[in-house]
């Protein structure tokens, strides 16, 4: 069964850092490319960053591009984002997935406020 547990959300003033992190299971971690959503409520999920099978490779929404940083621990089966100078508009569900597994986790939620 595949399963995505995310967490290290919470409340941070703007221009704020946090680290989120993905624990996963159920596929073959080490060939699958990996990915953070997010969404707000009223509207539809929002791809923000994606890493290859490799790490190499990273792709980023322009709305986080600079400031998002994604990674992978291959050994851990985990994947990390972590979010430097956050702004009210990065408030939202974080959510991570694989590629190829339509699956989604409980979310952690983020809130950029002052």
């Known amino acids: 069964q595949v399963q995505f547990v995310e967490s290290g959300g919470g409340l941070v003033q703007p221009g704020g850092s946090l680290r989120l992190s993905c624990t996963t299971s159920g596929f073959v971690f080490g060939t699958t490319a990996l990915k953070w959503y997010r969404q707000v409520p009223g509207k539809e999920r929002e791809f923000v960053a994606r890493i290859d099978e490799t790490g190499r490779r990273k792709n980023y929404a322009d709305s986080v591009k600079g400031r998002f940083i994604m990674s992978r621990d291959t050994n851990k089966k985990m994947t990390f984002l972590q979010m430097n100078d956050l702004n009210p508009e990065d408030t939202a569900v974080y959510y991570c997935?694989?590629?190829?597994?339509?699956?989604w986790g409980q979310g952690t939620q983020v809130t950029v406020d002052s």
């Open positions: 997935t694989a590629d190829g597994y339509p699956a």
